[in-house]
T-cell receptor, first 117, second 113 residues
């Protein structure tokens, strides 16, 4: 099946620093990528939808200036957590959708664990 | 808004036991329903889906039937294996321009030999 990778898998940073997480579709071109956030024992919450070459669409309550999303190519989307604080500590998961796909063709990355000290 | 409620885990079973993980949903219209599975260290994978009422999704011995009257999509397997140990997520989508998925909290299943 299709493979989506995320890098890094884990990151620990100091409060106030910025962290960039990469999401790559390895064997297909993804016109749409999604970024999710998961708290312990909670469901995945969609943060934003990213379309190649255009601005991301953020879900209600997600700060677009804090969570910067760039989808510069058909195989790469990045999420930058700016001026991270301990409350940003979470598990971040991306997914990628091939062109013409429906919701059931989202392919998920393995996630990135962010810990902000 | 849309929501998905699935049974709290963790669930621990012996090999060859019967598995049920309950899932109910709240959504307007006619959502499509999904079960995703996440094996340790891997990304979520689609396990099965159903797009219309009374549809039964099935894969790898797992089944779930779309019950509109009870707004449920319970996951079942007649005989679990150790390799089924994973986190299972129930989800729905109402389609639209970007097929936004709404997930349940996930249920951790551990199958012991």
């Amino acid at each position: 099946g299709a493979v989506v990778s995320q890098h890094p898998s884990r990151v620990i940073c100091k409060s106030g620093t910025s962290v960039k997480i990469e999401c790559r579709s390895l064997d297909f071109q993804a016109t749409t990528m999604f970024w999710y956030r998961q708290f312990p024992k909670q469901s995945l919450m969609l943060m934003a939808t990213s379309n190649e070459g255009s601005k991301a669409t953020y879900e209600q309550g997600v700060e677009k200036d804090k969570f910067l999303i760039n989808h510069a190519s058909l195989t790469l989307s990045t999420l930058t957590v700016t001026s991270a604080h301990p409350e940003d500590s979470s598990f971040y998961i991306c997914s990628a959708e091939p062109p013409g796909g429906a919701g059931d063709t989202q392919y998920f990355g393995p996630g990135t664990r962010l810990t902000v000290l | 808004g849309d929501s998905v409620t699935q049974m709290e885990g963790p669930v621990t079973l012996s090999e060859e036991a019967f598995l049920t993980i309950n899932c109910t949903y709240t959504a307007t219209g006619y959502p499509s329903l999904f079960w995703y599975v996440q094996y340790p260290g891997e990304g979520l994978q689609l396990l099965l889906k159903a797009t219309e009422a009374d549809d039964k999704g099935s894969n790898k011995g797992f089944e779930a039937t779309y019950r509109k009257e009870t707004t449920s999509f319970h996951l079942e397997k007649g005989s679990v294996q150790v390799s089924d140990s994973a986190v299972y997520f129930c989800a729905l989508t109402r389609g639209g321009s970007n097929y936004k998925l709404t997930f349940g909290k996930g249920t951790l299943l551990t199958v012991n030999p």
